[in-house]
């Protein structure tokens, strides 16, 4: 049974920088895609990146392109993501999914198997 835990998440000033990690136990994650969604009260999930770490492959959402920057550890069976100049539009709550194989979309949540409980980020002064 594949599992994920996120962290990292917290309370970040406008311009700041977060790194949430993503964990992956139960399976070696390199025949996964392993992805970030963002979720606000009262919308739907928004993915923001997704990254195959067996092949090194990544795509970033347009919302946080240049901003953000995914990083593993093999070793340690882990995601990263790291981003920054945040503003308040970053806030939510962070998920991190994964689904067997290379396929990482950014558009449809339902493709994606495994979901972690999810990491809090605020971003106020």
């Known amino acids: 049974q594949v599992e994920l835990v996120e962290s990292g998440g917290g309370s970040v000033q406008p311009g700041g920088s977060l790194r949430l990690s993503c964990q992956v136990s139960?399976?070696?994650?390199?025949?996964?895609?392993v992805s970030w969604w963002r979720q606000i009260p009262g919308k739907e999930r928004e993915g923001v990146a997704a990254h195959y770490p067996g092949g090194g492959s990544t795509n970033y959402a347009d919302s946080v392109k240049g901003r953000a920057t995914i990083t593993q550890d093999s070793g340690k069976n882990t995601v990263y993501l790291q981003v920054d100049s945040l503003n308040p539009d970053d806030a939510g709550m962070y998920f991190c999914?994964?689904?067997?194989?290379?396929?990482?979309?950014?558009?449809?949540?339902?493709?994606?198997?495994?979901w972690g409980q999810g990491t809090q980020v605020t971003v106020s002064s």
């Open positions: 999914a994964a689904r067997r194989g290379r396929v990482c979309g950014l558009s449809r949540d339902t493709i994606y198997n495994y």
């Open positions: 139960g399976d070696s994650f390199l025949g996964y895609c």
